[in-house]
């Protein structure tokens, strides 16, 4: 018989699903609490780390700095201690010295090699310059002292140079400021004779920078010599002390080696040996007593050492300033959190916006299109004028060349039936006597013949090089050559006149121009100047001239062309350079040729002008192109 049971009247309630990590991480931020915390921590974590990468990058800075003011000191040491090195072996050649040191003992050339080291020392802007011989006494000198303590040692040592304290006049100690000094022997035959001593005071570039500390109180410089001991500092109190660490023994040492004008001072504590271009934090000597940088840079020629110690106040600022920006930053971004919210319907607006601009974008950038078409079409219209042009000029530049060949050829012409007329004499003359058998008469005649028939070629030769159409080549063109052949062209035209033609040129003298063309601007200045002085009044003397000067340094040079011309007024050398202005009669220019010329020198690279001379010379053409060579002057 199966068995049930009553159900139960109380039915108990289903688990509630734990909530998510997404929910919990939204319950979070939807607390205001939760965002004071975070900002709390960003603040913090700002702070510190503000603090240090500033430190840090600062210091990095302050080193970078260092170094160059470092060099910069290095560089303006030496270049001060090296700047009369020159000054010893200068004078270690002077033949008073060389026979002071053969005659030590004579006083009147004492006083005279004396005399000779005051002018020099005066010259020279150096302290002092004296003679000693081999013992180190002084022979002469630029002014009267006692020799360094250091001198005879320095001389057994073969030393060229040593640093030194001023000996006291009274009892020969070192006192006074430390002293450079150079030093050069001076041998005969192996033997050394003496020395020539120039003594340099370094208290003028120790005072710039006492000076310079003073004003920026961030930098302090020290000298140190090869004994650890500085010589020079920014810092008057840091002077003659000990650079690292010295017991009692080493400083009698010191002091009894007279480099020193004073008592050698207290122990810096500053490193002993640093590496070249590496930074130390150290804590700086008394008056100070901070944490500086240290930085050092060696002067091996010199055996020294230059140490700058940079002040770190502007690093401790720049650092708070920083973690105080760091804090601020952190608790921006705390902040930001809450600006997101607010943010999201900017964005919408901001998508929205974005389209609108996206479509103007494309509307200009088809507007840009249409527009660069029409640009496009007026380059390619200029570009096809440009070069309808430039045949235009090439053209009216070969007519203009055969206008002036139009213009001598009548002198030409009886240039050349001159020597035809003599070569039908000549040739006549000859058969006569070669039937009378006269042959060496006979030989003189050919000999005339072929010099008339040589002088056509080059005549012939010469218009036709001028004529023909020019190649723009980039090439050295000796300029006294183009003068002769521009010459050669108008020589016809100054038979009947009493011209004087100077051409005061380099034969080496090369421009850089091409010398078809260059002939052809000279051949346009020559025959105005020609033209202008045919109406010079009286039987006055004619000058044709052609001088060059150089320009920036010889890389490009100044050829002027000057007559003896009546010349013109000041109102109408503006309009020179004019196309079809002329001062000549009708039919005898066409206003062209300055023009023309003016167009090939500007092509050289030059520039063509005419002024007014000074009475004798009326007009002055100056053409300023490249050179290439000016060595030896050649007149012709």
Same mark, same amino acid.
């Given at each position: 018989?199966?068995?049930?049971?009553?159900?139960?009247s109380?039915s108990?309630?289903?688990?509630?699903d734990?909530?998510?990590?997404?929910?919990?991480? !939204?319950l979070?931020?939807?607390?205001p609490g939760f965002?004071?915390?975070?900002?709390g921590?960003?603040?913090?974590v700002?702070?510190?780390?503000? *603090?240090?990468?500033?430190?840090?990058?600062?210091l990095?800075?302050?080193s970078?700095?260092?170094?160059?003011?470092l060099?910069?000191?290095?560089?303006?040491l030496?270049t001060?201690l090296?700047r *009369?090195a020159?000054?010893p072996?200068?004078?270690?050649?002077d033949e008073?010295? /060389?026979?002071?040191?053969?005659?030590?003992a004579?006083e009147s050339?004492?006083?005279?090699?004396?005399?000779t080291?005051?002018?020099?020392?005066?010259r020279?802007?150096?302290?002092?310059i004296?003679?000693a011989?081999?013992d180190?006494?002084?022979l002469?000198?630029?002014?009267?002292l006692?020799?360094?303590?250091?001198?005879?040692?320095?001389? !057994?040592?073969?030393r060229?140079?040593?640093?030194?304290?001023d000996?006291?006049?009274v009892?020969g100690?070192?006192?006074?400021?430390t002293n450079f000094?150079?030093?050069?022997?001076i041998?005969?035959?192996?033997?050394?004779l003496?020395?020539?001593?120039?003594k340099?005071?370094?208290a003028?570039?120790?005072?710039?920078?006492?000076?310079?500390g003073?004003r920026?109180?961030?930098e302090?410089?020290?000298?140190?010599?090869d004994? /650890?001991v500085?010589?020079?500092?920014?810092?008057?109190?840091?002077?003659?002390?000990?650079?690292?660490?010295?017991?009692?023994?080493?400083r009698?040492?010191l002091?009894?080696?007279?480099?020193?004008p004073?008592? +050698? /001072?207290p122990?810096?504590?500053?490193?002993a040996?640093?590496?070249?271009?590496?930074?130390?934090? +150290?804590?700086?000597?008394?008056?100070?007593s901070?944490?500086?940088?240290a930085?050092?840079?060696?002067?091996?020629?010199?055996g020294?050492r230059?140490?700058?110690?940079?002040?770190?106040?502007?690093?401790?600022?720049?650092a708070?300033?920083?973690?105080w920006?760091?804090a601020?930053?952190g608790?921006?971004?705390?902040?930001l959190?809450l600006?997101?919210?607010?943010?999201?319907r900017?964005?919408? %607006?901001?998508?929205?916006?974005?389209?609108?601009? %996206?479509d103007?974008?494309?509307?200009?950038?088809?507007?840009?299109d249409e527009?660069?078409?029409?640009?496009?079409?007026?380059?390619?219209?200029?570009k096809?004028?440009?070069a309808?042009?430039?045949?235009t000029?090439?053209?009216?530049l070969?007519?203009?060349?055969?206008? +002036?060949? #139009?213009?001598? !050829?009548?002198?030409?012409?009886?240039?050349?039936?001159?020597?035809?007329?003599a070569?039908?004499?000549?040739?006549r003359?000859?058969?006569?006597?070669?039937?009378n058998g006269?042959?060496?008469a006979?030989?003189d005649?050919?000999?005339?013949?072929?010099?008339?028939?040589?002088?056509?070629?080059r005549i012939?030769?010469?218009?036709k090089?001028?004529?023909?159409?020019a190649?723009?080549?980039?090439?050295?063109?000796?300029?006294l050559?183009?003068v002769?052949?521009?010459?050669l062209?108008?020589?016809?035209?100054?038979?009947?006149q009493r011209?004087?033609?100077?051409?005061q040129?380099?034969?080496?003298l090369?421009?850089r121009?091409?010398?078809?063309?260059?002939?052809?601007?000279?051949?346009?200045?020559?025959?105005?100047?020609?033209?202008?002085?045919k109406?010079?009044?009286?039987d006055?003397?004619?000058?044709?001239r052609v001088?060059t000067?150089?320009?920036?340094?010889?890389?490009?040079?100044?050829?002027?062309v000057?007559? !003896?011309?009546? #010349?013109?007024?000041?109102?109408l050398?503006?309009?020179?350079f004019?196309?079809?202005?002329?001062t000549?009669?009708?039919?005898?220019?066409? /206003?062209?040729?300055?023009?023309?010329s003016?167009k090939?020198? *500007?092509?050289?690279?030059?520039?063509?002008?005419?002024r007014r001379?000074?009475?004798?010379?009326?007009?002055?053409?100056?053409l300023?192109?490249?050179?290439?060579?000016?060595?030896?002057?050649?007149h012709v």
């Amino acid at each position: 018989m199966p068995l049930s049971f009553p159900a139960s009247s109380a039915s108990s309630p289903a688990p509630a699903d734990p909530p998510s990590v997404r929910q919990r991480v !939204s319950l979070q931020l939807s607390r205001p609490g939760f965002y004071l915390y975070v900002t709390g921590v960003l603040m913090v974590v700002g702070l510190v780390l503000g *603090h240090r990468l500033s430190e840090r990058a600062s210091l990095d800075q302050l080193s970078a700095l260092a170094t160059e003011r470092l060099e910069l000191y290095a560089a303006n040491l030496s270049t001060e201690l090296s700047r *009369h090195a020159y000054l010893p072996s200068l004078l270690a050649i002077d033949e008073e010295v /060389g026979q002071l040191m053969q005659h030590p003992a004579d006083e009147s050339l004492r006083r005279q090699v004396s005399q000779t080291l005051a002018r020099v020392n005066v010259r020279a802007g150096t302290t002092q310059i004296f003679v000693a011989d081999a013992d180190g006494a002084v022979l002469a000198a630029s002014e009267p002292l006692l020799p360094p303590p250091r001198l005879a040692l320095a001389i !057994s040592q073969d030393r060229h140079h040593f640093f030194a304290a001023d000996a006291s006049p009274v009892d020969g100690a070192a006192t006074g400021s430390t002293n450079f000094f150079l030093l050069q022997t001076i041998r005969r035959h192996q033997r050394l004779l003496g020395v020539i001593v120039v003594k340099l005071n370094l208290a003028p570039l120790e005072a710039t920078w006492v000076d310079l500390g003073l004003r920026s109180q961030g930098e302090r410089i020290l000298v140190a010599d090869d004994q /650890g001991v500085v010589i020079m500092s920014s810092v008057q109190a840091w002077k003659y002390a000990v650079l690292s660490e010295a017991d009692a023994a080493q400083r009698e040492q010191l002091q009894a080696s007279a480099r020193y004008p004073q008592a +050698v /001072g207290p122990n810096l504590g500053l490193p002993a040996v640093l590496e070249a271009y590496n930074s130390l934090l +150290v804590k700086a000597p008394p008056p100070a007593s901070t944490t500086v940088l240290a930085q050092e840079r060696q002067l091996l020629p010199l055996g020294l050492r230059l140490l700058a110690l940079s002040d770190l106040t502007e690093v401790r600022r720049q650092a708070r300033l920083a973690a105080w920006s760091g804090a601020a930053f952190g608790a921006a971004v705390g902040m930001l959190a809450l600006y997101l919210a607010a943010r999201r319907r900017a964005v919408r %607006q901001l998508f929205v916006a974005k389209t609108q601009l %996206q479509d103007a974008h494309a509307r200009l950038e088809r507007t840009v299109d249409e527009r660069t078409a029409e640009l496009r079409q007026s380059n390619d219209a200029l570009k096809e004028q440009i070069a309808q042009r430039e045949q235009t000029e090439g053209e009216l530049l070969q007519a203009s060349k055969l206008a +002036v060949l #139009g213009q001598m !050829s009548a002198g030409l012409s009886h240039e050349v039936n001159q020597p035809l007329t003599a070569l039908r004499a000549l040739a006549r003359n000859a058969q006569r006597l070669l039937e009378n058998g006269r042959t060496q008469a006979v030989a003189d005649n050919l000999q005339a013949m072929d010099d008339m028939v040589e002088r056509m070629g080059r005549i012939t030769r010469q218009l036709k090089s001028f004529a023909r159409k020019a190649e723009g080549v980039d090439a050295a063109s000796p300029l006294l050559a183009s003068v002769r052949n521009a010459y050669l062209l108008l020589e016809h035209r100054t038979r009947d006149q009493r011209l004087f033609f100077e051409a005061q040129i380099p034969e080496s003298l090369r421009v850089r121009a091409e010398a078809n063309r260059l002939e052809q601007v000279l051949v346009n200045l020559f025959a105005n100047a020609l033209d202008a002085m045919k109406d010079t009044e009286g039987d006055r003397d004619m000058t044709l001239r052609v001088i060059t000067e150089p320009l920036d340094g010889g890389q490009r040079v100044l050829i002027k062309v000057q007559d !003896s011309g009546p #010349g013109l007024d000041e109102d109408l050398l503006p309009r020179l350079f004019e196309p079809f202005f002329t001062t000549k009669p009708a039919g005898e220019g066409l /206003g062209l040729g300055l023009v023309i010329s003016s167009k090939i020198v *500007h092509e050289f690279g030059g520039t063509l002008r005419a002024r007014r001379l000074d009475p004798g010379m009326s007009l002055e053409f100056d053409l300023a192109v490249d050179a290439w060579n000016a060595e030896e002057e050649a007149h012709v």
